[in-house]
């Protein structure tokens, strides 16, 4: 792969497309961009160049892992040339701000310090967290956590559960469409699914689900009623026409706005709060036991002042 990087680099014919790398460098050692001075060493001067900013370098090594061994040769030479301009410019930035204003270093390395837990720790979490955690809800917790949040799951929309269909003017056998909307027949429920697949433009059938009613209506005239309350209220079945369209409601229940939601409605929701909480809890447990395995192997010091 070095040898690659070398081969490439020097494809790299104008110093503009060798120039612009620097926001992984960044986030990988952002210590290195605040050094107003960098001393070479001996190790520095047994390393590959590949761009300089006064006395920082960007050296060969650094370009590990930009490019990837089956990236084409025109896709990693204007990977690394990318690269690097963005690493000069961001080098000529940084140099000109440290002229101009006064930086506070420390709170400069406090910041990369928090940067790279970020980035390091965040990795270490995540993996831990695969590991330790199991994604299986069980309708006991949800049923719980919703008991216990009702005020978190107020409706902000009007929802339905029932049946919606809408056909083009002209659609064969509409008039068997409010007969089969309204059997509790196996087959006749089949054939509606049917029906709907072949001639329906928009379609939502009975089921235990719920959704928003103005989800559902959208783009009919259904969606032009002033009061939906009122018509919630007083149409349990509902036809309407216009110029290219027959659209079909059924209603076999509906919660208002400003009500508790049905616990159906927000089952998925409240799976996901409880995944995320038991991350969270996770990644204080894996805190918790790094410091504790750490204070217990006197592997950190806090000295008094």
Request: charged content about 30%; glycine content about 2%.
């Amino acid at each position: 792969m070095k040898n690659r990087i070398i081969k490439l680099v020097h494809s790299i014919k104008k110093p503009a497309a060798g120039i612009l790398i620097l926001c992984a460098i960044l986030s990988l050692n952002g210590c290195e961009l605040i050094r107003m001075k960098k001393e070479k060493s001996e190790q520095d001067l047994a390393r590959r160049p590949v761009a300089r900013v006064n006395d920082t370098y960007l050296y060969l090594d650094e370009l590990e892992g930009i490019v990837t061994a089956n990236t084409p040769k025109e896709d990693s030479i204007a990977r690394l040339g990318a690269y690097i301009n963005s690493w000069v410019r961001k080098q000529l930035l940084i140099n000109e701000a440290l002229k101009r204003i006064d930086i506070n270093e420390a709170e400069v390395e406090r910041k990369i310090l928090d940067y790279r837990y970020s980035l390091i720790g965040y990795q270490f979490q995540k993996l831990y967290i695969q590991q330790n955690m199991s994604t299986e809800v069980s309708e006991a917790e949800v049923e719980e956590y919703y008991n216990a949040n009702l005020d978190n799951f107020i409706l902000k929309q009007n929802i339905i559960r029932g049946a919606y269909i809408k056909v083009p003017q002209g659609a064969p056998r509409t008039n068997r469409i409010k007969d089969l909307i309204f059997s509790n027949k196996e087959k006749d429920r089949n054939d509606l699914k049917s029906y709907c697949l072949s001639f329906s433009t928009a379609y939502h059938l009975s089921d235990s689900s719920w959704i928003e009613f103005d989800k559902l209506v959208v783009n009919s005239p259904l969606a032009e009623i002033p009061n939906k309350i009122q018509f919630l209220k007083s149409y349990p079945y509902y036809e309407t026409s216009d110029a290219g369209f027959l659209y079909y409601l059924k209603i076999d229940a509906y919660k208002i706005s400003d009500n508790v939601s049905p616990l159906e409605f927000v089952k998925e929701d409240i799976k996901n709060i409880i995944i995320n909480k038991r991350k969270v809890e996770l990644a204080r447990k894996l805190e918790e036991e790094v410091y504790e395995k750490a204070a217990e192997n006197k592997d950190f010091e806090v000295f008094s002042k």
